[in-house]
């Protein structure tokens, strides 16, 4: 329901707003997408090489104890 | 060993917030319909980006506080580094917060800045917690300097509240919606699809914005581990 609620309105955009009327706002849509999708996937690695030396600096712990 | 914090090193509300951020990019753009909104057109798309900077910023300062106050009962290390992130990355969000805004304003108020409260009380807020840094950085003794800002940040804190939130609210006059005699977005007729895309945003950016923090906190914690084995 809820997606037939917004088709209707993307719909109702289409025909009354210059801002879509010819379509080309969707690759606006999908740059912004794509950079922010990057950025997620760059913090993404940078948390998973911090889990790394995580472990490795508490491996390096337990042996002294 | 460290205690594992599970808000810190747990993974899925960082997806969740991702998704939400996401959601709302695109949405703000194309679920939002801006049609017979005052004088702002197009812009009120704006406040699916402008706005939940502050939110993050303000929330990442109650996490902040907090830990400013669990410091001073307990003296441990751990809670002054999660107040200082903190307190760290909501000037960062600050400072996207005043940009974007101001951006905006040129375009709706037809300039950069205002003597608006809300404006002026935003840019006190911020030059409060800029203090906090500077006074981090200026005490070289570790324990003293956790205490001192611990004690900065309790005061720090209902101020910045007063001026950004309170203030604006009282006083006589103010353009900026939700401030003094100006309403907010939520007293017009919604027919805007805002709210849609509006919320995830909030809960998006907090998510996202608590992300960045952690992995701050993350650092400073292998750090202490380091010097703690030197010693």
């Not at chain 2, 800029?130 to 309790?154: G, T």
């Amino acid at each position: 329901m809820l997606l037939g609620l917004v088709s209707h309105n993307m719909f109702a955009q289409t025909t009354e707003n210059p801002f879509y009327s010819n379509g080309k706002i969707y690759v606006v849509v999908a740059v912004i997408s794509i950079i922010f999708t990057g950025i997620i996937i760059f913090l993404i690695r940078i948390d998973r090489k911090l889990k790394k030396t995580e472990k490795e600096i508490n491996k390096k712990n337990q042996h002294k104890d | 060993m460290p205690q594992k914090n599970t808000l810190i090193y747990s993974n899925w509300w960082k997806y969740a917030g991702a998704a939400l951020v996401l959601y709302s990019l695109i949405g703000g753009l194309l679920f939002v319909n801006p049609n017979n909104l005052l004088f702002l057109d197009e812009t009120v798309r704006n406040l699916n980006y402008h706005v939940p900077m502050w939110f993050a910023m303000i929330s990442l300062l109650c996490i902040s506080v907090a830990n400013s106050i669990m410091y001073l009962k307990t003296f441990n290390p751990k809670f002054d580094i999660i107040a200082s992130k903190s307190a760290e990355v909501a000037v960062f969000f600050g400072i996207m917060g005043l940009a974007t805004g101001s951006f905006w304003a040129k375009f709706s108020w037809g300039t950069w800045w205002t003597t608006d409260y809300k404006l002026n009380g935003a840019a006190i807020g911020e030059l409060i917690y800029f203090a906090y840094l500077i006074l981090r950085n200026s005490v070289e003794e570790q324990n003293k300097k956790a205490r001192l800002s611990a004690v900065y940040s309790i005061f720090a804190f209902p101020l910045f509240i007063v001026f950004i939130i309170v203030l604006p609210k009282l006083a006589s006059n103010s353009m900026h919606p939700g401030s003094g005699d100006t309403v907010g977005f939520n007293k017009y007729p919604l027919n805007n699809n805002l709210r849609m895309t509006f919320y995830p945003a909030i809960l998006g950016w907090i998510a996202i914005s608590w992300w960045i923090t952690t992995l701050l906190i993350r650092i400073e914690n292998l750090k202490s581990i380091e010097n703690t084995d030197e010693n």
